[in-house]
């Protein structure tokens, strides 16, 4: 059986941005493998978003919801995962490589006795058999990777297209779940948000990042990070940092870029007073356009990227902001 499951993540009764993409990349996998692509979704209050996946290539979409489902459970989705991929006989099993994705999905291939390809960044059939390319060494070399069983795979959010909404259907089951909150080892209390309705840097189309050259917010910094957060808000993007501005505590470490940050694949990267260390790269190098703005010409950021300027963030900084608000504006 050549079937591939796609854990779709889900986030205030949607499908999330990655989790369409996952889908989407498992429907044209299947497609080639000659397999049905199953939606795989879990939550509360989630049946009208489970009747729309039909639209996004699901031949069939699983529900599963419950008291183990309520809040965020590593270990619950984990178990479901692990189930439905026996249950199903998939010979692929998808997340995003997201926190969720991270969390759980080696869970459920330990649970499978199965490896787990993560990140990947590209995924396709080889004469009938699955195969997942990913990056390593930060970004300096991929390998390609095949499975001698299921292939447990997480897919970098933004590498794989978003899909259009088209005119399938598809059935959705409801999962019979055979653990309750009481079988979980761990169960989460208390999710305590950050601020509502801010961007996260792994799934936007745009990040303004910067680093330790924009100095501490709590001090001669304080117009430069109030700058970079109206850009941010300017052009639509997301705020991202560099762990010398985590480390410091100067920004959440929800924002950091890089090799124990989020990677970032988004249409536009601009990286204002980052060095270029070999770490960050590792987590935005894949962005498709990347300006860099540095005060040192010879930052190894200028070296990946698209556009530089040689300049200081004070300077330009309310520069951009401008340009962008003209240019917008027209
Ligand atoms: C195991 C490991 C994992 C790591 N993981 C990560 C990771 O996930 N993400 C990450 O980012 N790093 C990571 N690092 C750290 C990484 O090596 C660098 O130390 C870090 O990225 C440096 O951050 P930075 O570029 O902000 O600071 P710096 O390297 O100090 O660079 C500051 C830059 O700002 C410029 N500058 C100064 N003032 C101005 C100004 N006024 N205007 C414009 N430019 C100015 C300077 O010219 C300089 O290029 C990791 C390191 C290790 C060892």
């Known amino acids: 059986m050549s079937n591939v499951l796609v854990f779709v993540e889900a986030k205030d009764g949607k499908a999330s941005k990655a989790g369409l993409q996952a889908l989407g990349a498992g429907a044209a996998l299947a497609a080639s493998l000659g397999g049905k692509c199953i939606a795989l979704l879990a939550g509360n209050g989630l049946d009208a978003e489970a009747a729309t996946l039909g639209a996004y290539g699901a031949s069939r979409t699983l529900l599963a919801s419950g008291e183990a489902f309520s809040k965020h459970s590593p270990d619950a989705m984990a178990r479901l995962i692990a189930n439905q991929a026996q249950a199903q006989g998939a010979a692929v099993v998808l997340a995003s490589a997201t926190s969720v994705g991270k969390d ?113 917010p709590a001090g001669e910094g304080k117009q430069n990070w109030a700058n970079l957060e109206k850009l941010a808000a300017t052009i639509g993007a997301a705020v991202g940092a560099s762990r010398a501005v985590v480390d410091a505590g100067w920004r959440p470490h929800g924002e950091q870029v890089g090799q124990t940050g989020k990677t970032v694949s988004p249409k536009l990267y601009i990286a204002v007073a980052i060095s270029g260390a070999i770490q960050h790269l590792a987590g935005m190098s894949g962005s498709k356009v990347i300006v860099a703005v540095n005060k040192d010409a010879q930052a190894p950021i200028f070296k990946v990227a698209d556009y530089g300027i040689v300049g200081s963030a004070e300077d330009v900084l309310p520069a951009l902001i401008e340009a962008f608000a003209a240019a917008l504006k027209g």
Do not use: H, W, Y
């Not at 390609?144 to 794989?160: C, E, H, K, Y």
């Not at 080892?185 to 309705?197: C, Q, T, Y």
């Open 104 to 216: 759980c999905m080696p869970r459920a291939a330990a649970m499978m006795k199965c490896g787990l390809a993560s990140d990947i960044v590209e995924l396709r059939a080889e004469g009938g058999k699955p195969v997942a390319v990913r990056p390593v060494f930060a970004g300096k070399a991929r390998v390609t990777v095949q499975a001698s069983g299921a292939l447990f795979a997480t897919l970098r959010p933004n590498v794989f297209a978003t899909p259009a909404r088209g005119g399938g259907s598809a059935p959705v089951e409801a999962v019979k779940v055979a653990f309750s909150l009481a079988d979980l080892k761990a169960v989460v209390k208390e999710i305590v948000s950050g601020a509502a309705g801010k961007l996260d840097v792994a799934e936007a189309e745009i990040v303004c990042s910067g680093g330790r050259g924009m100095k501490d």
